[in-house]
């Protein structure tokens, strides 16, 4: 996937690194803790940027958001990072530890990844953590489809948006009652 990313031309680094800083609205790391998946394109190593990784905020999100033939790789310190999902579509993994893992998984067809999801938490639930997975549901697939089902279409947003409260609204005691029991909690 790295080399993909490396060799494929797309529109300039520069050029996508304004968009994200027009569609964040905030550029500044928060308190809380956030962790952000990139994989190195040269090594495929996974690395996972935070507020102490002295990385910015936007570099960060433009690197997990770097979609092989679609978005350039981010440059960061000398590396090139692209999306973390190149690694794990949900990494999943990295909330070993926690009681309880909301997982929030998009519907997107899997890259060639070096873990899958469902093993990642096949293993966090072998190791008692309690793991709840809310997927894009049937309305969802079906607004998107009828709207053109291009997930990278930024003319979406809105209908995606819509749909996605809407589902929400519908998970919402699920997801309440998951979280509900106390104990350290985790959400990808």
């Given amino acids: 996937m790295g080399a993909l990313a490396l060799s494929t031309p797309t529109v300039a680094e520069a050029k996508r690194r304004e968009?994200?800083?027009?569609?964040?609205?905030?550029h500044r790391w928060?308190?809380?803790?956030?962790?952000?998946?990139?994989?190195?394109?040269?090594s495929g190593e996974r690395i996972v940027f935070n507020r102490a990784s002295g990385v910015d905020l936007v570099d960060a999100v433009g690197a997990s958001s770097a979609l092989p033939g679609v978005w350039p790789p981010v440059t960061i310190e000398k590396h090139r990072y692209i999306d973390g999902g190149c690694y794990s579509m949900a990494n999943a993994d990295l909330a070993a530890g926690f009681d309880r893992v909301l997982v929030l998984q998009p519907d997107v067809p899997p890259l060639l990844v070096v873990e899958s999801m469902d093993e990642q938490i096949e293993r966090l639930r072998r190791n008692g953590t309690q793991v709840e997975v809310i997927t894009p549901d049937e309305a969802m697939k079906v607004a998107l489809?009828?709207?053109?089902?291009?997930?990278?279409?930024?003319?979406?947003?809105?209908?995606?948006?819509?749909?996605?409260?809407e589902q929400a609204r519908r998970e919402i005691a699920r997801v309440a009652a998951f979280w509900g029991a106390g104990g350290q909690h985790a959400q990808f």
């Fill in 19 to 26: 968009v994200i800083v027009s569609r964040l609205p905030v």
């Fill in 30 to 42: 928060p308190q809380a803790r956030l962790e952000i998946v990139t994989v190195d394109a040269f």
């Fill in 145 to 165: 489809a009828s709207a053109g089902g291009n997930a990278l279409d930024p003319s979406l947003l809105g209908i995606a948006a819509r749909v996605g409260r």
